[in-house]
């Protein structure tokens, strides 16, 4: 049986298939659009489905929609009841004063419960021989709890058969924490925290104020927060109250009372914006360690997953995986609302076709490699139509690691790209940590603020060595110290408070990738490399090699390494 799964209420459309269990496809619109996010959150883009993704998982399946069995779509606008999904200030690109915002989610919902006629009869005409003539979709179709679908995508990829389940977001229909406890192929929801208590939107709320764009960036106010100090660690305790159930309120507060105006864009970084975001991210660490602790304490188990955009904040978990109660942490690597589609197909797939008593029906998620990939053939003919310069590698890994060695920056594409927001190692810009003016580099190519910084990627076996207490970590959802009498080997990957976001890969997740770390490793002494996501400001991560080509020759890299191939400026 095929389940399609579809997230596109908010923004990081996307789509996944399952059959069986086994997840075949997954990926998101930008990917497709080269539109960040596929879209923005507001109510009037609710109807623009992820056709592409989902043309894509019917491409790799072999089917068209009218052979897929269920639709799961990851938001029940029956859920919604009495709460305005857009009354909250933080939703600023509405142009229209807040109080009468909640006239939206008539909009919004309707275009939710028109979905089934949206993907029968609004596909582009370009997509038609996978989408048209899909008949009747209403029966087929179910509508999944947000919080339930983020909640699914975190325990049944998991490598565990039992495990409490925390998701933590903006918001789904009211709900913008979930506790839950998994077992084998059941997943039960013990509480909820509702709208309008939200960490999400308060860290959307201080994005928008430090002059970046909320539901976007907030993961370089996690990057700036290393540069300041708790200095305003109780302005956020004061408003933030964690009851003894689970529970917690956020009273509402003006930034621009406490601290003045709001920075705009593209102004210059005062400590003053160090301090808040720095401020925000202990708050923030805070609390969620007491909801991990209430919700251990309800259900005693030794393991936790994690999923909601709130659980890509990497250093975070790394306070959750070291001051924690739970033995074991695994964070969903889609964690944000693209990992929904996931979830919702799982959740529909396990309660369809598993029997609750039986053996786990779902597989782990070992990697991330479930988008598109293109052969040697089609990367050639497509090189050789655009009258392209290129050459053939006959050792990619050591030819590459070569090239690295001499200090040059490359873009690396090779294999299925990545599903969710991390590039690791298909559709990735790769570089030596040895140099300490590397990050500088990168930020520069990829004209990014000058405080990002940028992340190693390890081999697994090595990863102990050169990281504190580090282990399996293939999906760059942890931070890690890094080891002082290693420190100086890798300047360009630590970070100013003297850790690293990890990536761990092995031979069995990316043999290729492995193996040019091992290249690397034998030139330099060091299986390190810098990686960070190919692509540039304002653009999703490349999908296709016209993606890949157009960026490399609009950039300052020093090669493209394609599959077999090498493009050199």
Same mark, same amino acid.
């Given at each position: ?12 459309? #996307? %789509?996944? *298939?399952?059959? &069986? !269990? =086994?997840?075949?496809? $997954? ?135 039992? #495990? %409490?389940? *925390?998701?933590? &977001? !903006? =918001?789904?229909?009211? $709900? ?25 939107i308060l860290y959307e709320k201080i ?69 808040i975001a720095h401020s925000l991210q ?34 975070m978990n790394a306070v959750i995986r ?248």
């Amino acid at each position: 049986m095929y389940i399609l799964g579809i997230n596109a209420a908010f923004h990081d459309s #996307a %789509a996944a *298939l399952v059959r &069986d !269990g =086994r997840l075949i496809a $997954a990926a998101e619109e930008e990917r497709f659009t080269h539109i960040k996010h596929g879209k923005r959150p507001v109510p009037f883009t609710t109807w623009e489905i992820p056709f592409h993704a989902i043309d894509f998982c019917l491409k790799t399946a072999g089917i068209t929609l009218k052979d897929v069995d269920r639709i799961a779509y990851s938001f029940d606008p029956e859920g919604v009841s009495d709460a305005s999904v857009y009354e909250d200030e933080a939703y600023d690109d509405i142009l229209t004063p807040s109080k009468i915002y909640n006239g939206w989610d008539t909009i919004f919902l309707n275009y939710i419960r028109k979905a089934p006629e949206q993907l029968r009869d609004g596909y582009p005409h370009h997509l038609q021989k996978r989408l048209a003539e899909a008949g009747d979709l209403s029966g087929k179709w179910e509508f999944v709890n947000h919080h339930i679908s983020h909640a699914a995508s975190a325990f049944f990829p998991s490598p565990f058969t039992e #495990a %409490a389940v *925390l998701t933590i &977001d !903006g =918001r789904g229909e009211k $709900a913008t924490t979930g506790y839950f406890l998994g077992k084998g192929n059941t997943l039960k929801q013990l509480a909820t925290v509702d709208m309008p208590h939200s960490l999400g939107i308060l860290y959307e709320k201080i994005t928008t104020y430090l002059g970046f764009l909320h539901s976007s960036d907030e993961y370089k106010v996690m990057a700036l927060a290393s540069y300041g100090n708790p200095v305003y660690l109780e302005d956020f305790r004061s408003v933030i109250r964690v009851g003894e159930d689970g529970q917690y309120a956020i009273d509402d507060f003006d930034p621009e009372q406490w601290w003045g105006p709001g920075r705009k864009k593209d102004d210059p970084f005062e400590q003053l914006h160090h301090d808040i975001a720095h401020s925000l991210q202990k708050a923030l660490e805070e609390t969620v360690l007491k909801l991990a602790q209430w919700l251990y304490d309800q259900t005693g188990a030794e393991n936790l997953c994690m999923a909601g955009g709130v659980a890509l904040n990497c250093v975070m978990n790394a306070v959750i995986r070291d001051r924690g109660p739970f033995k074991n942490v695994w964070v969903q690597p889609a964690a944000g609302d693209a990992g929904t589609a996931l979830g919702a197909a799982q959740w529909l797939d396990a309660r369809l076709h598993a029997d609750a008593e039986g053996p786990r029906y779902t597989e782990p998620m070992e990697h991330v490699y479930w988008g598109p990939e293109y052969s040697d053939a089609e990367i050639e003919q497509f090189m050789i139509w655009a009258k392209t310069p290129y050459k053939r590698l006959y050792n990619v890994a050591k030819e590459t690691a070569e090239i690295l060695a001499q200090d040059k920056i490359i873009a690396w594409y090779q294999g299925r790209m990545e599903f969710g927001p991390r590039s690791l190692g298909a559709r990735s810009i790769l570089a030596s940590p040895i140099n300490p003016d590397m990050q500088a580099r990168l930020n520069d190519i990829k004209d990014r603020e000058d405080f990002r910084p940028v992340a190693p990627v390890v081999r697994e076996e090595d990863a102990p060595e050169w990281f504190e207490n580090a282990h399996v970590s293939p999906f760059m959802l942890f931070v890690y110290p890094v080891k002082d009498d290693k420190a100086d080997q890798i300047p360009a990957v630590r970070h100013t408070d003297g850790t690293a976001r990890v990536q761990t890969v092995n031979a069995q997740q990316h043999p290729l990738y492995h193996e040019l770390l091992s290249e690397f490793k034998a030139l330099t002494g060091v299986p390190v490399l810098v990686n960070t996501s190919f692509n540039t400001r304002g653009e999703p991560i490349v999908c296709s090699p016209r993606d890949a080509i157009e960026c490399f020759w609009t950039s300052p890299f020093d090669a493209l390494i394609i599959n077999s191939f090498i493009l050199e400026k």
